[in-house]
């Protein structure tokens, strides 16, 4: 039995259950203690299938640049950061309940059939809902490895080269009006622009909730991940049609959201059918990324990350019996050639597991010097932060309270150098709210924990419903007990998104 069920194979109703989980609204990784599930449920029961025209002033929504939460992860502990968005509840609760209107959905699934009609192109990212008791988005990482790289491995044997490639900026170029090309075909929305059409129903649903600007998709939701995949799937469309028409037979592509594998015998047929996508691209406002573009005349060990490939031939820290120590910095080591990699992610949660079984007078020695070497891996690799914090929370709880604290102090001001990355102050109130709970953060979220009444995500001036303005206002998505209960030791279950939750 399949431990998952794509997303185009649930009824309306449950699509939109699935949609209405914190988990989809919010596919961040936040600490277990925030949670958006009741008020979006309790906004869809009061919503009742009103539209936002009938709650709010949109005259007073398209004049406003904040209407969803922004929060900045850094990408390399440097000057590179991506903005993921908390898109406003209302107006994700409102998309949520026109998707998933029985008639809109069946359009939708329709639309999505005639973009899988070519079994040479194949997408692999459609979102999934798990059937075992792990979360949607492991599932989802689970997708990958079998249908993308074991896929991959399977196809050498048909074919002797493979052409990569990916979208650059994806999320943030998405052309807004595409989304009604790809739920109305091109030609359709054309000729029907500001009617009541659902492609036109989303398109200006997210302008609305961002300045009017029709450049950019909100990034941070699974309901995202599945607009993007309309635009993404109609490109499947038109780039079978084009390939048909250039007379290309022996070919076959994997897609997984913006990353294109193509597999070909002939390095000319990769290079028309790359030329063919960039065309295809651009009126949608998208184009490929040229340093990610690469061929290979090895389609095996091309199918297999770099990283991952690279972590294989490092010894194996506990068969060969290395110290803590030595593991960490072989951990370090990786993260120089490979950083913010998944196999970096990987290695980093074996080793936390790793010491969750050690007894604490074993972590003791060189304690000081692993702490400082993990703060040094989270500062580079800012994608490590949660799992870092847990690895450093392990070791700070064997020192006394007088070192704890000031240790904890130089971890803090190390990885508040991280500059504005909300995500790490995050994680890093999360890792100290018992040693150092005095510690003040900007980032909005950390206020929120903070008991600051003062601080909104949205901005809700637009909203003239008082019963929806109230539960906007009034609804907690902070959970103080589950804060309150949380050990000093940040436990594998709080950010292994492989981990069976509670």
């Keep these: 039995m399949t431990s998952r069920k794509s997303l185009l194979n649930l009824r309306s109703d449950s699509a939109k259950k699935f949609f209405l989980k914190h988990e989809s609204y919010c596919n961040i990784d936040l600490p277990i203690y925030f949670s958006f599930t009741e008020l979006l449920q309790k906004l869809a029961e009061e919503l009742n299938h009103r539209t936002l025209n009938e709650l709010s002033d949109l005259k007073i929504i398209k004049n406003l640049d904040d209407v969803n939460y922004t929060l900045y992860t850094n990408k390399d502990g440097k000057l590179s950061w991506r903005p993921l968005q908390i898109i406003h509840p209302l107006v994700y609760v409102a998309l949520v309940d026109k998707i998933t209107e029985p008639q809109s959905w069946s359009k939708i699934k329709e639309r999505f059939k005639k973009f899988q009609q070519n079994p040479k192109i194949h997408c692999l990212s459609i979102p999934v809902k798990a059937e075992n008791k ?3 988005k492991a599932q989802q990482i689970s997708q990958w ?75 941070g939701s699974v309901l995202m991940d599945f607009i993007a995949e309309m635009v993404l799937g109609y490109v499947d469309e ?10 290309i037979d022996d070919y076959f592509i994997l897609r997984y959201r913006d990353d294109y594998r193509i597999f070909v015998n002939s390095t000319n047929d990769g290079k028309i059918i790359l030329k063919l996508l960039s065309e295809i691209l651009r009126p949608f406002g998208l184009k490929l990324n040229s340093s990610k573009t690469k061929d290979h005349n090895n389609v095996v060990m091309a199918s297999i990350k770099k990283d991952k490939l690279a972590w294989l031939q490092l010894p194996n820290p506990e068969i060969n019996n290395l110290t803590l120590q030595k593991h960490i910095l072989l951990i370090k080591y990786h993260s120089l050639e ?34 400082s070497i993990v703060a ?82 949205w901005n809700h001036s637009w909203v003239n419903d008082k019963k929806i303005l109230k539960i906007l206002e009034n609804e907690l998505i902070f959970n103080q007990n589950i804060f309150d209960s949380l050990d000093d030791r940040i436990n594998f279950t709080e950010f292994d998104i492989f981990a069976y939750p509670n």
């Excluded at 079978?240 to 007379?247: A, S």
């Excluded at 196999?343 to 000081?368: C, G, H, M, P, V």
């Design 238 to 247: 038109l780039l079978t049609e084009k390939i048909k028409e250039n007379n």
């Design 145 to 219: 490895w079998e249908a993308v790289e074991q896929e991959s491995i399977a196809l050498s044997i048909d074919y002797d080269f493979i052409f990569e490639t990916d979208i650059a900026d994806c999320y943030s170029s998405i052309y807004t009006h595409s989304i009604a090309w790809a739920i109305e075909t091109k030609e359709i929305a054309k000729k029907n622009r500001g009617r009541d059409l659902l492609g036109n129903f989303i398109d200006s649903s997210i302008q609305e909730a961002q300045y009017q600007q029709t450049n950019g998709i909100p990034q």
């Design 338 to 371: 490979y950083p913010n990699s998944g196999s970096l992610t990987t290695a980093l949660n074996k080793f936390q597991k790793r010491i969750t079984k050690e007894k604490d007078k074993n972590l003791s020695q060189y304690s000081r010097q692993i702490i």
């Design 134 to 136: 792990q979360r949607d």
């Design 376 to 457: 040094d891996i989270a500062y580079l690799n800012p994608k490590s932060i949660s799992v870092c914090c847990a690895i450093i929370s392990q070791f700070l709880v064997i020192l006394n309270d007088e070192d704890q604290k000031n240790l904890a102090m130089k971890v803090y001001q190390k990885l508040e150098r991280m500059s504005d990355s909300g995500f790490a102050q995050i994680w890093l109130q999360r890792m100290l709210k018992n040693k150092l709970p005095d510690i003040e953060f900007s980032e909005h979220l950390c206020q929120i924990a903070l008991k600051n009444k003062q601080i909104q995500l």
